[in-house]
Nanobody
Framework: QVQLVESGGGLVQAGGSLRLSCAGS????????MGWYRQAPGKQRELVALISSGGSTNYADSVKGRFTISRDDAKNTVRLQMSNLKPEDTAVYYC??????WGQGTQVTVSS
């Protein structure tokens, strides 16, 4: 059974930072492209960042230069370091493995 468990969300002021973590089990983590998506109220879920099994990364234009995705295959963990947060970053953030498996989401709220 695949499980992805996110943590690290919360409330932060604009300009602040948060780090999200996602712990995976039940998959060959090191062979999987991992990623973060987000969904704001009334909007579709959108890509935030991806990291391949080889470490290549891809970011949404809206977060380039502010967010960094990383992975630790020894710990089956993928992280999203978010800096210079903006109110428009407010959303539920979801971890995904291969866009097939999804976590339950963690709320990020950025106040202005």
């Amino acid at each position: 059974q695949v499980q992805l468990v996110e943590s690290g969300g919360g409330l932060v002021q604009a300009g602040g930072s948060l780090r999200l973590s996602c712990a995976g089990s039940g998959i060959i983590f090191r062979a999987s492209t991992m990623g973060w998506y987000r969904q704001a109220p009334g909007k579709q879920r959108e890509l935030v960042a991806l990291i391949s099994s080889g470490g290549s990364t891809n970011y949404a234009d809206s977060v380039k230069g502010r967010f960094t995705i990383s992975r630790d295959d020894a710990k089956n963990t993928v992280r999203l370091q978010m800096s210079n947060l903006k109110p428009e970053d407010t959303a539920v953030y979801y971890c995904t493995a291969r866009t097939l498996y999804w976590g339950q989401g963690t709320q990020v709220t950025v106040s202005s």
